[in-house]
Each structure stands twice: as structure tokens, then as C-alpha cells.
């Protein structure tokens, strides 16, 4: 298919296909909705945000992205239409509890998006209870993800505070969306990078077998391997046969969260390396295992390019880490960071081909893994240049369940826009795991994080037996 409607058509990124691959055994559709809103404690004029959002439509190519299926070919394409003119409502929550417009919201979030030649978003100006103005945005994960989310917001506010107040600059262009999809299309036609990160990947798969990790303990392992007759079996299921899915938000304070990345800043990490080694050495003391996996989210947005272009970019992967009890929570650190660095060189690379290939190599059962959960640290936030100018106005966002997970666990960590602490976001299968469990596991990989980061050069096997 070469056009659609008169528009220039073009293919699925692998990024895309992923989120296809597993939608397709889910009950619901709208397993693959995004919905978040972004209230500010401000009085708004809502014609003038209207124009703001359509503004940012027109400079977003992505978000005015339009889905059809070849039926000849059997494959799915997408198209970019010229303009977004369908209106953009004004729902008023006033007189409503806090909790009645979060269920609407949630409402919200749970209608699909399946629809050939249609929208694949929407955005809604809300006004909460609490006197909060801004927008509810719920869009297909094909083409949003956590960094495009945050962009487009942005976007809008920078563009209405453009307008209506004096000395805000009018913010920088958006990057081409379709330009992005063309490079991933070289990147994917048998390029030299792509056969240099297959034979990375490969070499790394046939190293060694992973082995799997619990949440809650080596009790899924063990059944697995009671199931199976297999004592030596190292893979476990890593969900419920259920898709149905919850949402479990943790906080955790300003202060405490200055702490970790005053740390990281001070050791020349990442967060996202501190919250891994935070995580693997929570599994490694309630396993009693130093041979570690999870699956570890990256946003493939090193570029102004890919930093801009919106969309969907995130691939994930296995990361594995062998850590000896006997090594200090510096050292591990710095292992981590290391690894990490390394694998970002070949993250472009199809994860659905890497996950195939190991399964193939190590003759995995079917629905078994070895990564127990997925890990997404989101640094991106709305408290960045332009939006610090406003004199302190508080800001609010809020994520919503579309009801269902294709895994286990996944923990998105994100910045809160309103005083910069962190967020813990479990969306986990409602029969995988509790919220008690959860909050459990929360509690104690904090505890180690802070442990380490007062005693970064005491042994992790003393940190464990401390925490």
C-alpha cells in the first residue's frame, strides 16, 4: 500500500509491531490506551487552550497518525492526515468528588481506539473538583509513549502561555515524525548496524541461560519445576492467565528523592542504574540468587530527532547482572552502569526477534520467562525551561488504567510535575499480584537504595542482612 486517501503511507515501526503482537491476545482493546491528565491550580481561558491544542496538533505529526489494514497484504499501515479540526470538549467535574471524575476518567481510558482512517487520540479540557484546570489526553501506545506524552503536553502549555503572557518565548519546532519512521525502515532493511547489534545480542543470549527471579520469592520457580519434572528447569511464568490489570502508585517525598539523585549526580549514574540495583538486590536476597534479570525499558530519544518526533520509540529488553553478595553496592553500581552503557549501543534492534531467538535457543516453555518485572525510569518532566517561569503554579498529572497488562509487573518511575519527587507506578495483573505484596516489595528496594547510597562501600550481602 503506497497511499491512502491521497496520503503517503508507510509501515509499522518494530516499535509499533510489538504493541500489535501482544494486543492481539488481549480480550480488550484497549489494552493499548494511554490516558493521563495535566491540571494546573490556574484559571484558564479554555478558548484559548483549545487553539493551543489544536497548535500542537498542527506541529505534531504523530498524534494526527491514522491506522489501515491492507487486506491484500495482511499487514497494517499508518498515514499522517493534514489537520486535526474535531472538537475538542470541555468537561466540568465541579460538584462531583475527586473520586467521580477520576472513574469517569478511567471510563475514559478504556475505549479503544480500533477504528481504521480515525483519530488514534483524543484530548479532553477538564476541570477537576478541586478547582484544577487542564486536559485529559488518552492516546493508542502505537503512537505515544511516556516522552511524546509529556512533548505534546508541554507543547501546549509552552504555546497558551505564548499567547497569553508576556515574556514567554514561543517554543521550538517539533521534529519530523515521518522522517524518524524512514530512518527505522533503513535502520530495519538489513542494514550493517542491524547485523551488528543481531550478532551482539545473539552472543549474549548463548553465553548462559538466565534464571528466574520472583517478586515475592523462588516459589514460582519451584512450582514450575514441580509442574514441569524439570528440577533443573530456570524459567518460571511470569504472569496470571488473566489480563485484567490494576494500577498501584507509591510516592516517595521530595527530600528522600533529592538524596538519590544527589547521589547518582555525585557518582556520574543514571537513576535508572541506581533503581536497578535497588530492584536486583531486593531479588537477590529474598531468592538468595546473584544471577539477576529484569526487563529494563529504553526510550530510544538520544537525538533532538528522536527526542522530538513523538510517537512510540521504546524497545525493551533483558538486562542480566551477576553480582556477588561479596562485591559493594559501589561496585554493582558501577557494574550496572557499565552494562548499561554498553547495551544502549545496540537498542534499536527488534526485542520480539531477541526474545524469539532465545526462547528458541534455550527450548523455554511456552508462557515462561525469566524476568519477573519490567522497569520504565521516565526523566523527562514538565517542570523543565518555560514552565518554571509561571511563579510557582502547581501542577498536578495523573495516570488512568485502560484495565488490563499483557505481563506480570511493570514499575514506571516518574517525576512529579508539583514539588519534583518520585513516583512508583505499578500496573500489574490483578491476579499476579497484590497491592500488599507490591507495597512489600516497594518498602524494602527503597530501603537497600538508601542503605547503599549512605554505605555505598559496604558489602551487599551486609546490606541485605541489614535491610
Not at 477520576?102 to 488514534?120: G, I, L, N, Q, Y
Not at 535508572?272 to 531479588?283: F, H
Not at 531477541?354 to 520467562?369: D, Q, S, V
Request: proline content about 4%; hydrophobic content about 35%.
Amino acid at each position: 500500500m503506497k497511499t491512502r486517501k491521497g496520503y503517503k503511507t508507510y509501515p509499522l515501526t518494530v516499535a509499533q509491531k510489538f504493541h500489535n503482537y501482544y494486543s492481539e491476545y488481549c480480550p480488550g482493546k484497549e489494552i493499548l490506551n494511554v490516558g493521563t491528565s495535566l491540571t494546573i491550580e490556574f484559571e484558564l481561558n479554555i478558548d484559548e487552550l483549545r487553539k493551543a491544542i489544536y497548535k500542537a496538533y498542527e506541529r505534531c505529526e504523530s498524534m494526527r497518525a491514522r491506522l489501515v489494514f491492507d487486506k491484500k497484504e495482511k499487514e497494517w499501515y499508518q498515514y499522517i492526515a493534514d489537520k486535526e479540526d474535531r472538537e475538542i470538549e470541555f468537561v466540568d467535574f465541579t460538584g462531583k468528588t475527586m473520586e467521580e471524575a477520576e472513574a469517569e476518567m478511567t471510563a475514559w481510558t478504556r475505549v479503544p481506539f480500533d477504528k481504521e482512517d480515525e483519530p488514534m487520540n483524543k484530548v479532553t479540557i477538564i476541570k477537576t473538583p478541586d478547582g484544577y484546570e487542564g486536559m485529559y489526553l488518552v492516546g493508542d501506545h502505537r503512537f505515544l509513549d511516556a516522552q511524546s506524552l509529556i512533548g505534546f503536553m508541554k507543547d501546549v502549555i509552552e504555546l497558551y502561555c505564548n499567547a497569553n503572557f508576556e515574556g514567554i518565548p514561543y517554543p521550538a519546532d517539533m521534529r519530523s515524525y515521518t522522517a524518524q519512521i524512514e530512518k527505522d525502515m533503513a535502520y530495519e532493511a538489513g542494514s550493517k548496524a542491524q547485523a551488528r547489534d543481531r550478532e551482539y545480542f545473539r552472543r549474549l543470549i548463548e553465553a548462559s541461560e538466565p534464571i528466574y527471579n520472583g517478586i515475592t520469592g523462588p516459589q514460582r520457580l519451584e512450582d514450575a519445576r514441580a509442574a514441569t519434572g524439570n528440577p533443573n528447569l530456570r524459567a518460571a511464568p511470569t504472569g496470571s492467565d488473566s489480563f485484567a490489570a490494576a494500577i498501584d502508585i507509591f510516592h516517595l517525598e521530595e527530600e528522600p528523592t533529592t538524596r538519590l539523585m544527589s547521589f547518582c549526580e555525585q557518582e556520574h549514574i543514571s537513576l535508572q542504574c541506581l533503581l536497578v540495583m535497588g530492584i536486583r538486590t531486593y531479588l537477590q536476597k529474598i531468592n538468595q540468587n546473584d544471577d539477576v534479570s529484569l526487563q529494563v525499558a529504553y526510550a530510544r530519544r538520544a537525538t533532538l530527532q528522536e527526542k522530538k518526533s513523538g510517537g512510540t520509540r521504546i524497545h525493551s529488553f533483558p538486562f542480566r547482572t551477576v553480582i556477588s553478595e561479596e562485591q559493594t553496592f559501589l561496585e554493582g553500581i558501577h557494574e550496572i552502569r557499565d552494562r548499561q552503557n554498553e547495551v544502549f549501543r545496540y537498542v534499536n534492534f527488534n526485542p520480539t526477534e531477541y526474545l524469539g531467538y532465545r526462547r528458541e535457543f534455550y527450548k523455554t516453555p511456552l508462557g515462561m520467562g525469566y524476568e519477573s518485572m519490567s522497569l520504565t525510569y521516565q526523566p523527562a518532566t514538565l517542570r523543565e525551561k518555560g514552565l518554571t517561569d509561571l511563579g510557582g503554579i502547581k501542577y498536578k498529572t495523573k495516570r488512568y488504567c485502560n484495565g488490563y497488562y499483557a505481563d506480570g509487573l511493570y514499575l514506571t518511575v516518574m517525576h512529579r510535575p508539583d514539588d519534583n519527587g518520585l513516583d512508583f507506578s505499578f500496573e500489574h495483573q490483578t491476579k499476579a499480584y497484590t497491592r500488599e505484596q507490591l507495597e512489600y516489595f516497594y518498602y524494602y528496594f527503597c530501603k537497600i537504595m538508601f542503605k547503599g547510597i549512605e554505605t555505598p562501600n559496604m558489602k551487599i550481602g551486609d546490606i541485605i542482612k541489614l535491610v
